[in-house]
């Protein structure tokens, strides 16, 4: 059974300050990795999504991926308030497996 | 549009009467995802289609959820003998990947439903 991990949170940061959201996975064969954004009474969006190893940036947000440790994260850099969201790690495998989400981390950026 | 649309947006029923959700996937999408997401809670996987392949039901929660996908587009979640547990947002979601492919997945706006 894969399982993904995250911290609930509550994280807060102060405006300008930088996120980091982290998530953990179980399955070794793992290929594929994304990250959601989900506002209060609203569906997930995706913000990024990296399949290697090392770093992806992509405007203020870099995801990290680790493999080895099984392990991928996400650094919001100069939060702003309208960053404050549940965000949603998922994580999927090859050959037709399902997409698993994290039970999400709720980030509060406090102006 | 060019998102993926669900239907009703919001549902009331009284408990024990069936429920049919409806989801019309971004075109050319070939794989199509059903969740639930309880209040305050994460997503939980209920089916998956990909192409022509058979179904992963293996997140279905119990015999009265059931799931079609006609033509490979336009897929329907019917619910029979609703409860009150059944009370959650249906979120469908597609993605473009073929069967060995990678794919971004991309959310409806749910169809909330209420069981009284």
């Known amino acids: 059974q894969k399982e993904v991990e995250q911290n609930s949170g509550p994280l807060s940061v102060p405006e300008g300050a930088i996120a980091s959201l982290n998530c953990t996975y179980s399955d070794r064969v793992s290929q594929s990795f994304f990250w959601y954004r989900q506002y209060s009474g609203k569906s997930p969006e995706l913000i990024m999504s990296i399949y290697s190893n090392g770093d992806k940036e992509d405007g203020r947000f870099t995801a990290q991926l680790n493999k080895a440790s099984q392990y991928v994260s996400l650094l919001i850099r100069d939060s702003q308030p309208s960053d404050s969201a549940t965000y949603l790690c998922a994580v999927k495998g090859n050959y037709g497996q399902n997409f698993v989400f994290g039970p999400g981390t709720r980030l509060s950026v406090l102006p | 549009g060019a998102g993926v649309s669900q239907s009703p947006s919001n549902k009331v029923t009284e408990k024990g009467k069936d429920v049919e959700l409806r989801c019309d996937p971004i075109?050319?999408?070939?794989?199509l995802y059903w969740y639930r997401q309880s209040l305050g809670q994460g997503l939980e996987f209920l089916i998956y289609?990909?192409?022509?392949?058979?179904?992963?039901k293996s997140g279905l929660p119990s015999d009265r959820f059931s799931a079609e996908r006609t033509g490979g587009s336009v897929s329907t979640l019917t619910i029979q003998r609703t409860q009150q547990e059944d009370s959650a947002v249906y979120l469908c979601a597609s993605s473009p990947a073929s069967f060995r492919d990678i794919g971004e997945l991309f959310f409806g706006e749910g169809s909330r439903l209420t069981v009284l």
């Open positions: 289609f990909q192409g022509n392949s058979a179904p992963d």
């Open positions: 075109s050319g999408h070939t794989a």
